[in-house]
């Protein structure tokens, strides 16, 4: 009962991971499946086979398809992927600290005058860029899920 909750958290941090672009979540989730199986002993049957093949087309789809959209859908734009994330994470970075060495207003005011500048040009592009960069990671996401309800459904609890 311990190793399959143990599994079932490492499916989870698996599931986290592929919020983020450059750490490969279903990698590791497929990864985990194999091992769960591989550490049981269970006979690798025609049914089973065939679950490690969905799973591993639902691998190659995500981080396959998450490549090939991430770089086809943000390649018309002005401003990098990676600028575009930095902006935002950085901007509410610094009002949160602004805001907490000079008070609410003032730091935000001050915040936002001194960045305005660079960012407000930029804002619609950089909002398209986190948008589609955000549908990328929901595939991710997708893909993660149905290959842990799979995982859950005919690996785990046979």
């Known amino acids: 009962m ?26 590791i989730i497929l990864g985990t499946s194999f091992i769960y199986a591989l550490t049981l002993g269970l006979q690798f049957s025609e049914s089973q086979l065939r679950t490690f093949f969905v799973l591993l087309i639902l691998t190659v789809v995500a981080e396959g398809g ?45 915040w936002e005058y001194l960045v305005a500048k660079a960012l407000i040009p930029r804002i619609k592009s950089i909002g398209r860029v986190i948008i589609r960069l955000a549908l990328v990671a929901l595939l991710r996401f997708t893909c993660g899920i149905i290959m842990i309800i799979i995982i859950c459904k005919y690996i785990i609890f046979l």
């Open 2 to 27: 311990i190793f399959k909750i143990s599994i079932l958290i490492i499916l989870l941090i698996g599931q986290l991971c592929t919020l983020a672009p450059k750490l490969h979540g279903t990698l």
């Open 66 to 110: 998450a490549s090939f959209f991430r770089v086809f859908l943000t390649r018309n734009y002005n401003v990098s992927r990676k600028y575009s994330v930095n902006t935002i994470v950085c901007n509410l970075a610094g009002i949160i600290v602004a805001d907490a060495l000079m008070g609410a207003l003032v730091g935000a005011i001050l």
